[in-house]
């Protein structure tokens, strides 16, 4: 039913694939409004327990928004794209669920700045990550100046940002930007395998966790405590708790039900 990506639903797993790999996946208006359909859909799900982004093809996860639409957009439609980009990508950081970039190749301009929304990243080894905003004569406007400075820090980001220069997937370890670097015919089984653990974990505890995290970029440490012993406390009243404790005591495996 979608044009531009591919949703697939596996188990408790969903994969979204950007499906232009003739065009290196670039996003496109059209694609920013399936993806935001996609996510409405994931959103009403609740049998799903991990998201899973990654590209089509051998080439790229995403190399960018599209150079053709870039060419013809003015200072408002400037305004109006990033702005639609940023509730998108936030939808995707805001979800219940974590979500995982399988980043099988080229991760470059607004494909970074998706990457980032994800809640955690996995590149093959010949994936390269960049803004190359400045080379084109404009700025990361989809959360590529936010987001990249809260994962690498601002140095880092602001080499990358300026140089427009792509890093290589070592690089990107080395720098937090991704979380694991495997051959590239091993992205979307290492994305498999780390989604499947966490969805074997109870579905709230995971929920609140991953708030609290993100909690951490935001506002003071006095604010974030706060936060965090507000979510432990909620995570106190699930039955996943009452289960996850007593399995440990009576030495067996638990059995989470999702409450
Ligand atoms: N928008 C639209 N089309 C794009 C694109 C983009 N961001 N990136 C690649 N494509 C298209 C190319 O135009 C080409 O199409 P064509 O075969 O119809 O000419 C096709 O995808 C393959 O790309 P090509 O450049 O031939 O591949 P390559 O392996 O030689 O180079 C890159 C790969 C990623 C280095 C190069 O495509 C590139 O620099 N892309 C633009 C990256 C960019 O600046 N993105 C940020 C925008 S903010």
Request: net charge neutral; with cysteine; glycine share 8%.
């Amino acid at each position: 039913m979608f044009e531009n990506i591919i949703l697939e639903i596996q188990g408790p797993i969903a994969i979204l694939t950007f499906n232009r790999p003739d065009k290196l996946n670039a996003v496109n208006a059209a694609t920013v409004d399936e993806l935001d359909q996609a996510l409405e859909q994931i959103e009403a799900n609740q049998d799903l327990r991990v998201l899973i982004l990654t590209g089509a093809g051998q080439k790229a996860f995403v190399a960018g928004a599209d150079i053709h639409e870039l060419d013809k957009r003015d200072t408002i439609k400037g305004r109006s794209a990033t702005r639609r980009r940023q509730a998108v990508y936030t939808r995707i950081e805001q979800l219940e669920i974590p979500s995982i970039a399988a980043l099988n190749g080229w991760t470059l301009g607004t494909g970074l700045e998706i990457a980032m929304s994800c809640s955690m990243r996995i590149a093959s080894q010949k994936a390269k990550l960049g803004q190359p905003e400045v080379k084109l004569g404009i700025t990361p406007g989809a959360g590529g100046t936010q987001r990249l400075p809260r994962l690498v820090g601002v140095g880092r980001a602001m080499e990358m940002v300026l140089t427009g220069d792509p890093v290589t997937a070592e690089r990107a370890m080395a720098i937090g930007l991704v979380n694991r670097v495997v051959e590239p015919d091993k992205v979307l089984e290492e994305a498999r395998s780390l989604a499947e653990t966490i969805a074997a974990r109870p579905r709230l505890a995971i929920q609140y966790a991953k708030d609290a995290v993100y909690q951490a970029c935001e506002g003071s440490l006095a604010e974030g405590l706060a936060h965090e012993s507000y979510l432990h406390a909620l995570s106190c009243g699930t039955e996943d708790k009452q289960e996850g404790i007593k399995a440990f005591l009576e030495k067996r495996d638990p059995k989470f039900t999702g409450r």
